[in-house]
């Protein structure tokens, strides 16, 4: 049944032209009434529709052809089994009239000749002739030597296969061990990790509160007028300067000091201020210098 669905399947759909659709639901109806009937069943009810009938009308047709071409072949092996029966029996007939009926036949010629029989019928060869045994053994012979060599080679595939599953095998083993082991790793590198994800927020936090106190810092040193041109060493060297300044004004200012202790002199009061004014002005010119050289230095 199911070679005869696959062969609808492949068939193409078949229309009987000038047939009406009663005509077809009819036929469909008898080929099912006669399936049906040789199954012991009772055909399904069901909706007959424009497509289940052509379905069905394919089927049938299909199935009507392959019965009649089924019918054809077993006719055909009716017949030739009616004229093997009439063969055998003339051969019979020969065979006792000669003397050499099988009910005549001593039993070991009977078991020879049935031996040789099932021989011929095993190396599939129509008659007894000693070439035909030959011809046969030596296909047999043939058939053997190449079996042997593909039984040689399916040997040595076997054991090919049979090392690469050992391999397979250890492999196998060995990724089942690793797979524990990193199981097994899995809990104390969760807890680092997590670790390691809270260092690296306070990292994120401290980043950001340095960055944003490195801003303030930039913010104030460009409020103050700060230039990359003013560096440590520039500094230091201007407060070794400022210190020797501050020596060598120093007498310059105990004498000040000293001469507000004097009676009030208008004139040389004012001599002695455009005297100090000179000089504190010298001062400042010397400081302004050194401090453009060591600027100067180095740049």
Known sequence: MSDVISTVADAPATDAKGSSD??????VKAWLASQFDAAGKDVPDFEYTHRSVAHLYNLATVSQAKTQA????????????AEYRSQAARIREILENVGLAQETLPSNVVSSAQVLANVANLLNIRDTELSSFLVAMGDISLRKTGVEE????????SKI??????KAIQ????L???????????????????????????????????????????????????????NHGVLVEMAEHRKDLEKKTKPILDTLRSYQDLP????LAALAIED???QYAAAEKYLEDVLQSALATSD
């Open 264 to 267: 009030p002199d208008k004139a």
């Open 176 to 230: 089942k061990r690793t797979l524990a082991q990193l199981e097994d790793d899995v809990a104390p590198c969760e807890a680092q990790m997590e670790n390691w994800k809270t260092n690296l927020a306070v990292m994120a936090s401290k980043e950001r509160q340095y960055l944003q106190q490195y801003n303030n810092y930039k913010a104030l040193l460009n409020r103050v007028g700060y230039t990359p041109e003013i």
């Open 22 to 27: 009663a005509a077809r639901i009819a036929e």
């Open 161 to 166: 296969l049979l090392d690469y599953t050992r």
């Open 276 to 278: 100090k004014k000179r």
């Open 171 to 174: 492999r196998l083993t060995y």
């Open 150 to 157: 593909k039984r040689a080679k399916v040997q040595k595939e």
């Open 70 to 81: 089924a019918n054809i072949v077993a006719n055909d092996f009716r017949q030739k089994a």
